[in-house]
C-alpha cells in the first residue's frame, strides 16, 4: 500500500533560517506528491505539487523536487517568515481510475520566532 | 479560484442529535468530493469518497449508517452525524477534485463538532 513519513516536528526555527522537512514515501505506480499547509484554525491549502520524477514544484518561497531515487520529496524554504508558522503535510495520489485518493504523513508543526 | 466551503464552521450539540455539515464547491464543479476526519496534532483521515449521483465509498472502519453522506450536485456534498455522541467530537473536512484526471484536491476550511 502507500504510505508518506515525515520528520517528526515540532521544528522551531529564527526568522530567517533555512527549513527542511523531510518526506520519504512508498506507493505502487508513479504517484504524484503534494505539499499541503494548514495554518491554525483553517482547512489545508495546496502549497506546492510535482507528478513526476525530477520535477520541482515551488510556491511562495517554498520548493520540494521529486526524487524517485531516494523515494522523496522535501520540503525547503531558503528564510522562513514568522508568517509561515504552521502544520506541513507530504501527500501522495496514485491514479486508481476515478478514485484518486490522498495519503497523508502525519503532518510537521513549524514555529519560526522572531 | 477552486474554493471550497463548509458549514457550519463550527456546531456544538448534544448527545443522541443527528448534525449536518455542508461542503460546496463554489467556483469549479466537483465530480468526487472526500470526507476526512482530523484528530488533535493528528493527520487527515480519509473516511469517504463520493461521486456525484452515485452512493458513497467509505474506508474500512467507517460506519456508513452513521456517517450519511450525499452527493447530489455536482457542488454540494453533505455529511450527516448521526445519533451523535462524544466520541464523534473532531474536525471534519470535505475536499473536492474537479475532474477525473485532475488529481489536485482543494479543501474546505472544516467544521468543527463537539457532543455534549
Known amino acids: 500500500g502507500n504510505s508518506v513519513t515525515q520528520m517528526e516536528g515540532p521544528v522551531t526555527l529564527s526568522e530567517e533560517a533555512f527549513l527542511t522537512i523531510n518526506c520519504t514515501y512508498t506507493?505502487?505506480?508513479?504517484?504524484?506528491l503534494f505539499w499541503y499547509v494548514q495554518y491554525p484554525g483553517e482547512g489545508l491549502q495546496l502549497l506546492l505539487k510535482a507528478t513526476k520524477a525530477d520535477d520541482k514544484g515551488s510556491n511562495k518561497g517554498f520548493e520540494a523536487t521529486y526524487r524517485k531515487e531516494t523515494t522523496s520529496f522535501h520540503l525547503e524554504k531558503g528564510s522562513v517568515q514568522v508568517s509561515d508558522s504552521a502544520v506541513y503535510f507530504c501527500a501522495l495520489t496514485t491514479n486508481t481510475g476515478t478514485a484518486s485518493k490522498l495519503t497523508f504523513g502525519t503532518g510537521t508543526r513549524l514555529q519560526v520566532t522572531l | 479560484g477552486a474554493v471550497v466551503s463548509q458549514h457550519p464552521s463550527w456546531v456544538i450539540c448534544k448527545s443522541g442529535t443527528s448534525v449536518k455539515i455542508e461542503c460546496r464547491s463554489l467556483?469549479?464543479?466537483?465530480?468526487?468530493m472526500f470526507w476526512y476526519r482530523q484528530f488533535p496534532k493528528q493527520s487527515l483521515m480519509l473516511m469517504a469518497t463520493s461521486n456525484e449521483g452515485s452512493k458513497a465509498t467509505y474506508e474500512q472502519g467507517v460506519e456508513k449508517d452513521k456517517f450519511l453522506i450525499n452527493h447530489a450536485s455536482l457542488t454540494l456534498s453533505t455529511l450527516t452525524v448521526t445519533s451523535a455522541h462524544p466520541e464523534d467530537s473532531s474536525f471534519y473536512i470535505c475536499?473536492?477534485?474537479?475532474?477525473?484526471?485532475?488529481?489536485?484536491?482543494?479543501f474546505g476550511p472544516g467544521t468543527r463538532l463537539l457532543v455534549l
Open positions: 506507493a505502487t505506480g508513479y504517484p504524484s
Open positions: 475536499s473536492a477534485r474537479a475532474s477525473s484526471g485532475t488529481e489536485t484536491q482543494y
Open positions: 467556483d469549479f464543479q466537483a465530480t468526487t
